[in-house]
């Protein structure tokens, strides 16, 4: 029952490794003023600080609301709970004045070829990822919230996602997503942290405003995969659109998951196709080489379609500096790709993850406000 840290340069939930839970939950902002703006920064803070180190809340009298659900009994621990907060573009519309101050490529999430994105999933002006082992730890993180807040947001959406569980402290295998091949495996390393400070955080200059460093823009899509069709797809065939062998992971051109695949030795596409997932993901290219993102999934299931068909798929996340030459440049590379005749991306958004808070005293958005 480990509890990860709340203070910090970057905020918890991004570099770690994804635990069995995980949610996003997307807000409009009721906020009115500047003002209100900043109790529920300081609110969303003091909440998220408390609930990731766990402990007791205040005594209940029996004549008023409890403080606490309760759902996780007397005593909350920590349970390896995230919260991270993201803030959207239409936060920096004229409401609050801060129009000058928004990340320099936050803007509201435009619809690829593929997508059929349902307006009831996507966009907000806040968004909370929130992480943990158990899913009632992660639902009772977000009644806390919603309960402390009643005046400041309103929940638009949420999808709730799930992963194997990491088992003690032993390196888990490679997840692996909806389709049954592994994911994650060709990220970028989060415990080099020079990498992470080109590919994943925002540096000031290069057009960002100076509170964004240290923040990182967050990506979420939701991704349907249509897996009867998948499963009925011959294995040669699946392993072909992503590029890599389902059971080991190993690209097509290699033996091991971890070996990395050479392209250039192969340009006419005879080993891995020239329109696989990952080739097209990565091309590993010089030029493409800042476009690599950090992705941090989880697998969503959420019961069946009006024609009976299973409605799962990917919650997809990733992180990067620069959403442009990130996610964007990724998915351009990706539109028209095979796997597109298996997947469907219905909702999600575009945020920028607040830079962490370093010490107590400090809170989210704190530089912005
Ligand atoms: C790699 C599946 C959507 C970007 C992979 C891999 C799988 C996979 C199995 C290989 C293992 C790995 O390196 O992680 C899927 C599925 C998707 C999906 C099932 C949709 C349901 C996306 C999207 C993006 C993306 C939307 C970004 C726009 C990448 C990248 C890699 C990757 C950058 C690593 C390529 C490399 O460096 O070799 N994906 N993916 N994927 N995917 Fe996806």
């Not at 203070?7 to 839970?21: F, R, S, V």
């Not at 309103?154 to 997840?175: H, I, Q, S, V, Y």
């Not at 392993?239 to 070996?259: F, K, N, Q, T, V």
């Not at 329109?275 to 299931?301: K, Q, V």
């Amino acid at each position: 029952n480990r509890s990860i840290a709340f203070h910090g340069a970057h905020q918890p939930g991004i570099l770690n490794p994804p635990p069995a839970a995980g949610m996003v939950a997307a807000f409009d902002v009721l906020a009115t003023s500047r003002k209100e703006l900043e109790r529920l920064f300081r609110l969303l803070t003091e909440r998220a600080a408390f609930l990731m180190a766990g402990g007791t809340p205040p005594a209940e009298d029996p004549r008023f609301p409890p403080a606490d659900s309760g759902i996780l009994g007397p005593l909350i621990l920590p349970d390896a709970l995230t919260l991270t907060v993201a803030v959207g573009a239409a936060l920096f519309d004229d409401r609050y004045g801060l129009a000058a101050h928004k990340p320099r490529h936050l803007t509201r999430m435009a619809r690829f070829p593929n997508d059929a994105l349902d307006r009831d999933w996507c966009h907000g002006d806040l968004l909370l990822q929130i992480c943990a082992n158990t899913p009632a730890t992660t639902l009772h993180a977000l009644r806390d919230v919603i309960k402390a807040t009643p005046d400041l947001l309103r929940l638009r959406w949420k999808m709730e996602g799930f992963l194997p569980p990491a088992l003690g402290e032993a390196k888990r295998e490679t997840p692996r997503n909806l389709l049954g091949f592994k994911d994650g495996t060709a990220n970028p390393d989060p415990a080099d942290a020079a990498l992470m400070r080109e590919l994943v955080w925002t540096t000031p200059g290069a057009g960002e405003p100076g509170w964004a460093a240290g923040g990182s823009y967050q990506v979420v899509r939701i991704i349907r995969n249509l897996v009867e069709r998948w499963d009925r797809t011959p294995l040669r065939e699946q392993e072909r659109i992503m590029g890599r062998l389902r059971d080991s992971g190993a690209p097509l051109d290699g033996e091991h998951e971890h070996d990395e695949p050479d392209f250039a030795r192969d340009p006419e596409g005879a080993r891995t196709p020239l329109d696989a997932h990952i080739r097209l993901a990565n091309p590993r290219t010089a030029e493409t080489a800042g476009s690599r993102i950090l992705r941090r999934p989880f697998n969503y299931s959420r019961g069946i379609t009006r024609s009976g068909q299973l409605d799962m798929g990917l919650l997809f996340i990733c992180f990067q500096a620069d959403l442009e030459a990130g996610f964007i440049a990724v998915q351009r590379r990706l539109n028209g790709e095979p796997l597109e005749e298996y997947i469907k991306p219905t909702g999600g958004g575009y945020y920028f993850a607040l830079p962490g808070v370093p010490t107590e005293g400090g809170y989210l958005a704190q530089g912005l406000l």
